[in-house]
């Protein structure tokens, strides 16, 4: 976040009093974490290699691949394992992703708090790493290609309780909208006024005394009931994710295939029947596409929302502030390069084939006809 100032000057507020004012509430951390191609969670569960919990089921998301709650847990005063008060979430899904996140309470005037975030964000960067390759080391048995960790994405809210006072949601951001614009972007200086109105134009509400400010890396939630929301926080959090490490995939094996050597067909392959039979580049590209598809297709469709306008607008905001829609588009690109990669390299064999065919009939004719002409 670091960016060259030529006119650097200290946040400040129009009102010196609302700067001491003191906020109570709750920092969430999101961690997502990529460590392999797929997760056996029924081996995980039947062998016990972590503490499954069970958790309530969203109302709001589809219950058809549900992932492996489990609980974290961290060494106590007396040295003993406790559960980890802090981690409030923590899963394992099925593609191969670990999940967690974290919530710290705390009342700070905004000013204290955008410097408790920094120092908080930068030590639990290192503690999900820990607790990541913690449950790696317990699951690497039920992990195909495991592998810690592939790529890492996060994502934070910070949630304040509403004042007493009540002011309504325009009178909050008038008051506040410059110190929650740089709190989100973790800034120690005031923004220009334009970014301060591009953060908060992406502002949504339900009641009429709560709102909620969502940008691409953090989201500031002023209300008490917050629970609902964390899913779409986590959910979007992992799908940039898995866009991301789909895409550097794709990136790799682009070069790959585009490089000369990649183009060369097996001699195997020139053999019918036998050459079908045989792992050739082409049908690892085939199943690397179903696959891609397969797991960004559960990603797209696993929220159900119909009928639910708030929490609607609340993930189309989500998915276009972290840009996921972007990521989608250029994953859906190269998988059409793929698509026709593959009906090139297909086209190349069906024609071998058949060449390989009019040979032998040809031999086969020319035999016919010596062996006529010797008799």
């Known amino acids: 976040m670091e960016r060259k100032r030529h006119a650097i000057s200290f946040e400040h507020d129009s009102n010196p009093a609302h700067s001491k004012d003191v906020f109570t509430g709750n920092i969430l951390l999101f961690y997502a974490y990529d460590v392999g191609d797929d997760v056996d969670l029924e081996y995980i569960q039947q062998k016990g290699l972590v503490d499954t919990c069970a958790v309530p089921l969203s109302a709001y998301f589809k219950n058809y691949h549900l992932p492996l709650s489990f609980l974290m847990t961290e060494v106590g005063s007396d040295g003993k394992m406790i559960p980890d008060s802090r981690c409030i979430s923590s899963k394992i899904y099925h593609f191969g992703v670990f999940s967690f996140c974290y919530r710290i309470p705390f009342q700070d005037t905004f000013e204290d708090l955008k410097l408790k975030i920094i120092d908080i964000k930068k030590s639990f960067d290192e503690k999900s790493e820990i607790d990541a390759n913690r449950v790696f080391k317990k699951t690497i048995s039920a992990i195909k290609k495991p592998h810690f960790y592939n790529l890492k994405n996060s994502y934070f809210a910070v949630q304040v309780y509403p004042l007493k006072s009540k002011p309504t949601p325009d009178e909050f951001k008038e008051r506040y909208g410059s110190k ?169 064999l069906d024609t071998i084939h058949e060449e390989v065919l009019t040979l032998v009939i040809i031999l086969l004719i020319a035999f016919e006809a010596f062996i006529a002409f010797m008799r």
């Open 180 to 348: 929650i614009a740089s709190l989100l972007k973790l800034e120690l200086y005031a923004l220009s006024d334009y970014q301060t109105d591009e953060i908060l134009a992406s502002t949504i509400g339900y009641y009429g005394q709560d709102l909620m400010i969502i940008d691409s890396e953090a989201t500031f939630v002023y209300d008490d009931e917050y629970f609902e929301q964390l899913e779409f926080f986590e959910s979007a959090n992992i799908q940039k994710l898995e866009l991301q490490y789909f895409d550097r995939v794709l990136d790799q094996k682009l070069n790959y295939f585009y490089s000369q050597w990649s183009y060369k067909v097996p001699f195997t392959a020139y053999i019918p029947l036998i050459g079908e039979r045989m792992d050739l580049p082409v049908s690892r590209l085939a199943k690397m596409r179903v696959d891609i598809s397969v797991i960004t297709e559960r990603l797209e469709n696993s929220i159900k929302l119909a009928g639910e306008a708030y929490y609607s607008k609340l993930y189309s905001v989500l998915v276009k502030k972290m840009e996921i829609k972007e990521w989608r588009d250029s994953i859906h690109r190269k998988l059409d390069i793929f698509r026709d990669l593959y009906s090139v390299y297909q086209d190349r």
